[in-house]
Protein backbone atom coordinates (compact mmCIF):
# COMPACT_ATOMS: atom_id res chain seq x y z
CA UNK A 1 0.00 0.00 0.00
CA UNK A 2 0.99 2.97 -0.93
CA UNK A 3 2.60 5.71 1.64
CA UNK A 4 -0.23 8.37 1.27
CA UNK A 5 -0.12 10.69 4.42
CA UNK A 6 3.92 11.02 5.86
CA UNK A 7 3.30 12.67 9.24
CA UNK A 8 7.23 12.24 9.78
CA UNK A 9 7.64 14.51 6.47
CA UNK A 10 5.46 16.96 8.59
CA UNK A 11 7.44 17.72 11.38
CA UNK A 12 10.37 17.47 9.37
CA UNK A 13 9.73 20.18 7.03
CA UNK A 14 8.80 22.67 9.93
CA UNK A 15 12.52 23.86 10.84
CA UNK A 16 12.55 24.22 6.79
CA UNK A 17 9.51 26.35 6.87
CA UNK A 18 11.19 28.24 10.25
CA UNK A 19 13.93 29.16 8.13
CA UNK A 20 11.86 32.02 6.62
CA UNK A 21 9.67 32.79 9.53
CA UNK A 22 11.85 35.85 10.31
CA UNK A 23 10.67 37.47 6.63
CA UNK A 24 6.71 37.02 7.81
CA UNK A 25 7.63 38.45 11.25
CA UNK A 26 9.01 41.45 9.64
CA UNK A 27 6.01 42.15 6.70
CA UNK A 28 3.64 41.59 9.95
CA UNK A 29 5.36 44.05 12.58
CA UNK A 30 6.38 46.69 9.95
CA UNK A 31 3.24 47.00 7.75
CA UNK A 32 0.89 46.75 11.40
CA UNK A 33 3.53 50.04 13.04
CA UNK A 34 3.15 51.50 9.48
CA UNK A 35 -0.66 51.19 9.30
CA UNK A 36 -1.30 51.15 12.48
CA UNK A 37 0.06 55.44 12.42
CA UNK A 38 -1.58 55.32 8.91
CA UNK A 39 -5.09 54.79 10.53
CA UNK A 40 -4.45 56.87 13.36
CA UNK A 41 -3.95 59.73 10.80
CA UNK A 42 -6.98 59.06 8.85
CA UNK A 43 -9.16 58.17 12.16
CA UNK A 44 -8.35 62.20 13.66
CA UNK A 45 -8.96 63.28 10.24
CA UNK A 46 -12.76 61.88 10.15
CA UNK A 47 -12.84 63.14 13.84
CA UNK A 48 -11.71 66.55 12.89
CA UNK A 49 -13.44 66.51 9.32
CA UNK A 50 -10.72 68.31 7.81
CA UNK A 51 -11.89 69.50 4.44
CA UNK A 52 -10.12 67.75 1.21
CA UNK A 53 -8.88 65.50 3.10
CA UNK A 54 -11.78 63.82 4.80
CA UNK A 55 -13.30 63.56 1.48
CA UNK A 56 -9.91 61.99 0.29
CA UNK A 57 -9.79 59.51 3.05
CA UNK A 58 -12.92 58.31 2.45
CA UNK A 59 -12.49 57.56 -0.63
CA UNK A 60 -9.25 55.68 -0.08
CA UNK A 61 -11.22 53.01 2.76
CA UNK A 62 -13.79 52.85 0.65
CA UNK A 63 -11.83 51.86 -2.19
CA UNK A 64 -8.99 49.43 0.09
CA UNK A 65 -12.15 47.65 2.00
CA UNK A 66 -13.71 47.58 -1.53
CA UNK A 67 -10.90 45.43 -3.01
CA UNK A 68 -9.41 42.40 -2.19
CA UNK A 69 -5.84 42.25 -0.34
CA UNK A 70 -4.49 40.34 -3.13
CA UNK A 71 -5.31 42.74 -6.24
CA UNK A 72 -4.28 45.58 -4.55
CA UNK A 73 -0.64 43.44 -4.39
CA UNK A 74 -0.83 42.86 -7.51
CA UNK A 75 -1.50 46.74 -8.25
CA UNK A 76 1.39 48.08 -6.01
CA UNK A 77 4.07 45.31 -7.58
CA UNK A 78 3.08 46.04 -11.20
CA UNK A 79 1.38 49.85 -10.89
CA UNK A 80 4.69 51.40 -9.11
CA UNK A 81 7.08 50.15 -11.40
CA UNK A 82 4.93 51.42 -14.18
CA UNK A 83 4.33 54.85 -12.79
CA UNK A 84 7.95 55.43 -11.67
CA UNK A 85 8.77 54.63 -15.63
CA UNK A 86 6.42 56.85 -16.97
CA UNK A 87 8.18 59.55 -14.38
CA UNK A 88 11.36 58.62 -15.53
CA UNK A 89 10.55 58.98 -18.96
CA UNK A 90 9.15 62.27 -18.95
CA UNK A 91 11.56 63.68 -16.35
CA UNK A 92 14.68 61.81 -17.26
CA UNK A 93 15.61 60.97 -14.07
CA UNK A 94 17.58 57.62 -14.94
CA UNK A 95 16.41 56.07 -11.56
CA UNK A 96 16.56 51.82 -12.03
CA UNK A 97 13.20 50.85 -11.38
CA UNK A 98 14.52 47.54 -10.98
CA UNK A 99 16.29 48.52 -8.09
CA UNK A 100 13.58 48.39 -5.66
CA UNK A 101 13.34 45.40 -3.58
CA UNK A 102 10.19 43.63 -4.08
CA UNK A 103 9.29 43.20 -0.21
CA UNK A 104 8.90 47.26 -0.53
CA UNK A 105 5.68 46.33 -2.31
CA UNK A 106 4.39 44.16 0.16
CA UNK A 107 4.91 46.65 2.98
CA UNK A 108 2.96 49.34 1.03
CA UNK A 109 0.09 47.08 0.20
CA UNK A 110 -0.15 45.63 3.62
CA UNK A 111 0.51 48.83 5.48
CA UNK A 112 -2.29 50.37 3.56
CA UNK A 113 -4.68 47.54 4.18
CA UNK A 114 -4.13 47.99 7.43
CA UNK A 115 -4.56 51.80 7.69
CA UNK A 116 -7.82 51.81 6.07
CA UNK A 117 -9.83 48.80 8.26
CA UNK A 118 -7.62 50.37 11.25
CA UNK A 119 -8.56 53.67 10.78
CA UNK A 120 -12.44 52.75 12.03
CA UNK A 121 -11.89 50.76 15.30
CA UNK A 122 -9.01 53.19 16.17
CA UNK A 123 -11.69 56.21 15.72
CA UNK A 124 -14.59 54.34 17.86
CA UNK A 125 -11.54 53.37 20.15
CA UNK A 126 -10.62 57.47 20.40
CA UNK A 127 -14.72 58.36 20.62
CA UNK A 128 -14.68 56.05 23.18
CA UNK A 129 -12.95 58.42 25.71
CA UNK A 130 -14.93 60.15 28.35
CA UNK A 131 -15.37 63.79 27.12
CA UNK A 132 -15.18 65.23 30.36
CA UNK A 133 -11.67 64.09 30.96
CA UNK A 134 -10.99 66.09 27.52
CA UNK A 135 -12.14 69.21 29.00
CA UNK A 136 -10.97 68.98 31.93
CA UNK A 137 -7.31 68.84 30.50
CA UNK A 138 -8.44 71.23 28.18
CA UNK A 139 -8.95 73.38 31.26
CA UNK A 140 -5.81 73.12 32.35
CA UNK A 141 -4.17 74.89 29.65
CA UNK A 142 -3.22 71.59 27.83
CA UNK A 143 -2.91 71.50 23.66
CA UNK A 144 -4.70 68.92 21.71
CA UNK A 145 -1.33 67.33 21.04
CA UNK A 146 -0.86 66.78 24.41
CA UNK A 147 -4.20 65.90 25.27
CA UNK A 148 -3.78 63.41 22.42
CA UNK A 149 -0.84 61.79 24.01
CA UNK A 150 -1.33 61.94 27.61
CA UNK A 151 -5.04 61.00 27.58
CA UNK A 152 -6.76 59.93 24.62
CA UNK A 153 -4.46 57.64 22.94
CA UNK A 154 -3.70 55.91 26.61
CA UNK A 155 -7.01 54.86 27.38
CA UNK A 156 -8.04 54.56 23.70
CA UNK A 157 -4.89 51.63 23.49
CA UNK A 158 -6.91 49.46 26.16
CA UNK A 159 -10.19 50.03 24.18
CA UNK A 160 -9.28 48.67 20.70
CA UNK A 161 -6.68 46.05 22.23
CA UNK A 162 -8.66 43.14 21.73
CA UNK A 163 -9.32 44.23 17.74
CA UNK A 164 -5.97 45.44 17.03
CA UNK A 165 -4.83 41.79 18.47
CA UNK A 166 -7.06 40.30 15.42
CA UNK A 167 -5.98 42.66 13.12
CA UNK A 168 -2.29 41.50 14.02
CA UNK A 169 -3.23 38.22 13.72
CA UNK A 170 -5.47 38.74 10.30
CA UNK A 171 -2.54 40.83 9.05
CA UNK A 172 0.14 37.81 9.58
CA UNK A 173 -2.00 35.63 7.59
CA UNK A 174 -1.95 38.05 4.99
CA UNK A 175 1.13 37.70 4.51
CA UNK A 176 0.93 34.61 2.85
CA UNK A 177 -0.06 35.97 -0.40
CA UNK A 178 3.45 38.33 -0.28
CA UNK A 179 4.65 35.46 -3.04
CA UNK A 180 2.97 36.98 -5.73
CA UNK A 181 5.02 39.61 -5.76
CA UNK A 182 8.08 37.47 -5.44
CA UNK A 183 8.99 37.42 -1.82
CA UNK A 184 9.90 33.97 -0.26
CA UNK A 185 8.50 33.84 3.17
CA UNK A 186 6.90 30.55 5.04
CA UNK A 187 4.12 30.53 2.31
CA UNK A 188 6.37 30.60 -0.62
CA UNK A 189 8.80 28.73 1.15
CA UNK A 190 5.87 25.77 1.88
CA UNK A 191 4.94 25.69 -1.97
CA UNK A 192 9.16 25.64 -3.03
CA UNK A 193 9.20 22.56 -0.84
CA UNK A 194 5.71 20.91 -2.17
CA UNK A 195 7.17 21.28 -5.23
CA UNK A 196 10.48 19.70 -4.78
CA UNK A 197 8.83 16.62 -2.99
CA UNK A 198 5.47 16.93 -4.77
CA UNK A 199 4.11 16.11 -1.08
CA UNK A 200 2.26 19.04 -1.24
CA UNK A 201 -0.56 18.05 1.38
CA UNK A 202 2.27 17.58 4.02
CA UNK A 203 3.98 20.67 3.24
CA UNK A 204 0.62 22.62 3.55
CA UNK A 205 0.28 20.73 6.85
CA UNK A 206 3.31 21.95 7.94
CA UNK A 207 2.28 25.46 7.39
CA UNK A 208 -0.78 25.05 9.14
CA UNK A 209 0.70 24.33 11.99
CA UNK A 210 3.39 26.79 12.05
CA UNK A 211 0.86 29.95 11.76
CA UNK A 212 -1.89 27.88 14.33
CA UNK A 213 1.22 28.30 16.64
CA UNK A 214 1.71 31.81 16.20
CA UNK A 215 -1.39 32.73 16.39
CA UNK A 216 -1.95 30.98 19.89
CA UNK A 217 1.05 32.89 20.80
CA UNK A 218 -0.01 36.00 19.47
CA UNK A 219 -3.49 35.64 21.17
CA UNK A 220 -1.81 34.84 24.46
CA UNK A 221 0.41 38.19 24.68
CA UNK A 222 -2.79 40.31 23.91
CA UNK A 223 -4.39 38.40 26.81
CA UNK A 224 -1.99 38.86 29.20
CA UNK A 225 -1.06 42.60 28.01
CA UNK A 226 -4.65 43.45 28.53
CA UNK A 227 -5.11 42.10 31.76
CA UNK A 228 -1.82 43.87 32.65
CA UNK A 229 -2.72 47.58 31.03
CA UNK A 230 -6.40 46.69 32.98
CA UNK A 231 -4.66 46.29 36.54
CA UNK A 232 -2.81 49.39 35.54
CA UNK A 233 -5.46 51.63 34.51
CA UNK A 234 -7.39 50.56 37.39
CA UNK A 235 -5.14 51.75 39.75
CA UNK A 236 -4.35 54.50 38.51
CA UNK A 237 -7.70 55.81 37.91
CA UNK A 238 -7.89 54.87 42.20
CA UNK A 239 -5.14 57.10 42.35
CA UNK A 240 -6.86 60.07 40.74
CA UNK A 241 -10.17 59.57 42.23
CA UNK A 242 -8.05 59.56 45.74
CA UNK A 243 -6.40 62.98 44.85
CA UNK A 244 -10.25 64.32 44.01
CA UNK A 245 -11.21 63.07 47.05
CA UNK A 246 -7.84 64.74 49.16
Not at 15 to 34: E, I
Not at 71 to 79: C, I, P
Request: proline share 4%; aromatic share 10%; charged share 15%.
Amino acid sequence: MPNIFDVELVFTLIPKLLVYLPVTLQLTAVSMLAGLLLGLLLALIKMKKIPMLYQLSAVFISFIRGTPILVQLYLSYAGIPLILKYYNYYHETGYNVNSIPSIFYVLLALSLNEAAYSSEFIRAALQSVDKGQIEAAHSLGMTYPQVLRRIILPEAFIVALPTLGNALIGLMKGTSLAFVCSVVEITAQSRILAGNNLRFFESYCSLALIYWGLTIIIEQAIALLEKRLDIDFKSLRKRKGDVILD
